[in-house]
């Protein structure tokens, strides 16, 4: 089975940036992926995904306007662009990707967590005040 590795995770300041990779060890066959991230004593919750066949990008509410979401399909890699980082926005990042039968409607790509069948094992991010 195809893996992901996310990397490009860090400490940084608030209103720093990061650029995060998600590599997949092959092709991989998905219409949708999505970033998700867990703080510390929180669940998981989704942050970004993409929508191949729409091209439509959702995010979550809190980082609307400060995160993007792209895919490269050239080199299997998904990547998510993060501006003025708050210290709320501290956590592991995963990627994932969901198979390619599932025709996620609107925003259930970023609720839906347990469509998605591939995982990464996530980046830190940290953000200090």
């Known amino acids: 089975q195809v893996q992901l590795v996310e990397s490009g995770g860090g400490s940084v300041q608030a209103g720093g940036s990061l650029r995060l990779s998600c590599a997949a060890s092959g092709y991989i066959n998905a219409a949708l992926m999505g970033w998700f991230r867990q703080a510390p004593g929180k669940e998981r919750e989704g942050v970004a995904c993409l929508n191949s066949r729409s091209g439509n990008t959702y995010y979550a509410d809190s980082v609307q306007g400060r995160f993007s979401i792209s895919r490269d399909t050239a080199t299997n890699t998904l990547y998510l662009q993060i501006y003025s980082l708050k210290p709320e926005d501290t956590g592991i990042y995963y990627c994932?990707?969901?198979?390619?039968?599932?025709?996620?409607?609107?925003?259930?790509?970023?609720?839906?967590?347990?469509?998605?069948?591939?995982w990464g094992r996530g980046t830190q991010v940290t953000v200090s005040s």
């Open positions: 994932a990707a969901a198979p390619i039968w599932w025709t996620a409607i609107g925003t259930a790509c970023l609720t839906a967590q347990q469509r998605y069948n591939v």
